[in-house]
């Protein structure tokens, strides 16, 4: 009885610690069209930049440590859409996300951030960044 107790407890230990090093993987994407202004604030991270689809805005996230599963991610990413232009933001994701942007390629683009890794690809349209 000992040793079946003590398999059991085991056997969800190790159900506990695989199911935490799972990376969450999700994405949000709202319809968009080219050559309008996409504004992009972005909490300090990793991120990709880059052109997709003309008719919608699509973000993709990878996040590889539980405290920060996607259960809150629909709250700290948010995408508004307007006639003329489009707001991007992040706020506090940690530093275990990776993030990918797809905007249409003929967007200008005017992008915030504090720091981080970024990385802008296809992008025809002007481009205004800064980072601190």
């Not at 405290?67 to 859409?81: A, G, N, P, W, Y």
């Not at 994701?93 to 992008?111: K, N, T």
Request: proline share 3%; net charge positive.
């Amino acid at each position: 009885m000992k040793t079946l107790v003590i398999l059991s407890v085991s056997l969800l230990l190790v159900s506990m610690v695989a199911a935490q090093t799972t990376p969450v993987e999700d994405f949000m994407q709202r319809p968009f069209s080219a050559g309008k202004k996409v504004y992009l604030k972005l909490a300090s991270g990793d991120y990709s930049i880059r052109a997709g689809r003309d008719d919608r805005i699509l973000i993709r996230w990878v996040i590889k440590k539980p405290s920060h599963r996607d259960d809150l991610m629909d709250q700290k990413v948010k995408i508004e859409t307007f006639a003329a232009s489009a707001n991007v933001r992040t706020d506090d994701i940690g530093r275990d996300a990776r993030f990918v942007v797809e905007i249409p390629s003929q967007s200008d683009v005017y992008l915030r951030m504090r720091a981080g890794d970024v990385e802008v690809k296809g992008i025809e349209g002007n481009k205004d960044i800064r980072m601190t």
